[in-house]
């Protein structure tokens, strides 16, 4: 596997369902990120992990609970969603602040549906 | 209030004309700019980058702008072709944060 994994890749989950989003980067980053796009708003930076601690939770409901076990792998943990949080979850990673050049690789993301 | 503005919702270029995208934002902080692009179903992939110290970047059939005086950039892709039908997203951020701010993006369609 390279670049950045998540899975599944699709999901639909009821509003009492608990589930786990998955994501994997290959690329040695020290950084991770969650984001959720939604029809026609930007990307919303849900979280960000610098070297296994989160730095940022973007004021995000405590239904949404990350993981970080180690630079590699990031969780998202779901329960008791509502319907309005039916978007696509992005998953990114890079090198991590103040490294040069900053971009975020993108995993394909996992498009979840809250019925 | 958005801090990177992508004021045009959709673009349509015929192919192989230029295709100019365009984006504004407000925080002067921001050192470093990139362009992603975005298929359907797909996680975005990095385009093309310019560090604030440069007004010029290239690589290939992209180019993009910046002019910091205006805090504008743009992305020029020429000659257009079918494959970059996507969306585009804008991104800035400050290289010692951890942070890329998005714009909403703008579909560009290439019209046979």
């Known amino acids: 596997e390279t670049g950045v994994t998540q899975t599944p890749r699709h999901l639909v989950m009821g509003m009492t369902n608990k589930k786990s989003l998955k994501c994997e980067q290959h690329l040695g980053h020290n950084a991770m990120y969650w984001y959720k796009q939604s029809a026609k708003k930007p990307l919303e930076l849900m979280f960000v992990y610098n070297f296994k601690e989160q730095t940022e939770n973007n004021s995000v409901p405590s239904r949404f609970s990350p993981e970080c076990p180690n630079s590699s792998h990031l969780f998202l943990h779901l329960h008791t969603l509502q319907p309005e949080d039916s978007a696509l979850y992005l998953c990114a990673s890079s090198q991590g602040p103040g490294q040069a050049p900053n971009e975020q690789f993108f995993g394909p993301g996992t498009r979840l549906t809250v019925l | 209030d958005q801090q990177v503005k992508q004021n045009s919702p959709s673009l349509s270029v015929q192919e192989g004309r230029i295709s100019i995208l365009n984006c504004d934002y407000t925080?002067?902080?921001?050192?470093?700019f990139l362009w992603y692009k975005k298929y359907p179903a797909e996680g975005p992939t990095f385009l093309i980058s310019?560090?604030?110290?440069?007004d010029k970047n290239e690589d290939g059939r992209f180019t993009v702008f910046l002019n910091k005086s205006a805090k504008h950039l743009s992305l020029h892709i020429v000659p257009s072709q079918p494959g970059d039908s996507a969306v585009y997203f804008c991104a800035a951020s400050v290289i010692r944060d951890d942070k890329i701010i998005f714009g909403k993006g703008t579909r560009l369609h290439i019209l046979p």
């Open positions: 310019i560090s604030s110290i440069k």
């Open positions: 925080n002067s902080m921001f050192d470093y």
